[in-house]
């Protein structure tokens, strides 16, 4: 199997066994907005490269993505058997992982200006601390 050349920084989300799948959980929610993951789950099926693709595996990724903060809870809604369930949506750090993977630093840097550019280097310093 060929590796995916990426133009930007390659992400630990999109990296391993579950970046393609989170990278289609990313897609689904850009373009269909906040779902519950049965939706996720039926709309996931649809594409060609997820048809045996199982409701728990789908799940599984929510919750973690949840966990590490790349997707977030919209609301809480009850399904027809009376169950609570989440809604997610995508969280402003998965916008700025889909943007990172989609450019190249070299294009970033030759774009922005010397504040943006500032703040971008302030917030590193306090991360690398």
Known sequence: MARKKYKGTELSVFKGIEAKLNHAIFQRLALDGPQNIYILHK????????????????????????????????????????????????????????MLCSTSLENLLNQIDDDSATTILAVIARATK
């Open 43 to 98: 709309n996931l099926r649809k594409t060609r490269a997820f048809k045996q693709l199982h409701y728990g595996n789908v799940n599984k990724r929510a919750r973690a993505l949840e966990q590490t903060g790349y997707l977030k809870t919209a609301k809480i809604e009850i399904t027809k058997a009376g169950f609570e369930t989440s809604v997610y949506e995508l969280t402003a750090r998965t916008y700025l992982a889909l």
